[in-house]
């Protein structure tokens, strides 16, 4: 097939992916939480993702980014969906999830070579609220970020970010399973101003730069009166707000902490016309300031041309090569018939690569 038929086939498969998903996320928002009341054992099929652009399966470097791989991840447990928020440990292969419907995600990725192959060990279990039961009721479960505060997932503390009714709740972390929480992190007056479905969904705790060890914390929908992006540094004295620019109508999903203090920001934008779009945004520490509108630089701007779908879960590590690899994972909606749930790898290249950006 020449190259202008594959542009054709992926330009015809985009636009009956993006009414398809349409139809997705108008289902996938009245989905109820669905918390069980125990920890158990799951299994996870794998089909595993050789290219990021639909039919251009040679094209691995986008810019800075290159594509490692991915999985596209089903299960026949009815709790397994709708991840919004991702640590990953050091190794690279043990993770932490959580859902929007009360549920976490403790299992390990296997590998060939670089590329993610399959999940394995994995588990299941219901987020706790502070009296030690399952969060079952929406308004309470609909975890939306995790990020790890102390320690490590085999002995540590991970935030939790709720919308709906927004909070950020501190979690033990014991051998990968997430324990009732022991108190709640103190947000700044105007968090108040956070809609229902539009609270914190990028957070993360920042791993060096000035503001070392302050918790970043990112609304999904809160606009200043310039149009910016609303968020705050909590931990270290009273809250310092911060405004990221807008840029093309995106929502903010999720947040991941570089060694360095940069922040890497996952973006969102969903339109009934042509899908869904994700955007990567690379925040070095120095922009990280109060008093400035925050900008950053784009990695990849992807359209439903690429293998994407609702992607809200974002973390970094380092692999043992000393490459920095961003992991992402999409929240389906719980609509097995129209999206998926996809994990995907790419290595952060310090210079992009001028032949293969886009």
């Not at 990028?202 to 970043?216: E, K, S």
């Amino acid at each position: 097939m020449d190259l202008q038929s594959l542009r054709l086939n992926a330009f015809h498969g985009a636009r009956l992916a993006a009414a398809a998903l349409a139809i997705s996320y108008l289902v996938g928002f009245l989905q109820p939480a669905a918390a069980a009341d125990k920890v158990s054992a799951i299994e996870v099929s794998a089909r595993r993702l050789e290219s990021f652009q639909r039919g251009f399966s040679g094209t691995k470097r986008f810019g800075r980014l290159e594509f490692r791989g991915g999985l596209v991840m089903t299960s026949t447990d009815k709790r397994f969906g709708g991840f919004s928020g991702l640590i990953i440990a050091p190794d690279g292969r043990h993770f932490l999830a959580v859902s929007d419907t009360g549920e976490w995600l403790a299992a390990e990725i296997a590998y060939a070579g670089k590329a993610p192959s399959s999940i394995e060990k994995a588990r299941m279990g219901p987020i706790l609220a502070l009296n030690g039961r399952p969060l079952t009721r929406k308004r309470e479960a609909d975890a939306e970020e995790i990020a790890l505060l102390s320690g490590t997932l085999r002995n540590g503390i991970a935030l939790v970010a709720f919308e709906r009714n927004h909070r950020l709740a501190r979690h033990p972390v014991i051998d990968g399973v997430l324990g009732r929480p022991t108190g709640l992190v103190s947000m700044p007056p105007e968090a108040r101003r956070m809609t229902s479905n539009s609270g914190l969904e990028a957070v993360t705790v920042l791993r060096g730069g000035p503001n070392r060890g302050a918790i970043l914390a990112l609304a999904e929908e809160l606009r200043d009166a310039n149009d910016h992006h609303t968020g705050w540094l909590l931990g270290k004295g009273a809250p310092q707000r911060l405004a990221l620019k807008d840029i093309g109508g995106f929502a903010l999903t999720g947040a991941a902490a570089l060694d360095d203090g940069s922040v890497v920001i996952l973006e969102r934008r969903f339109r009934m016309t042509e899908g869904v779009r994700m955007r990567l945004r690379y925040v070095p520490a120095d922009e990280l300031k109060p008093g400035r509108v925050i900008e950053g630089e784009t990695l990849i701007l992807s359209d439903m041309s690429y293998e994407i779908d609702n992607m809200e879960a974002i973390a970094v590590h380092t692999a043992p090569t000393g490459e920095t690899v961003i992991t992402l994972m999409s929240d389906d909606n719980f609509n097995k018939f129209f999206q998926r749930n996809l994990l995907l790898q790419f290595t952060l290249h310090k210079s992009a690569d001028k032949s293969t950006s886009r």
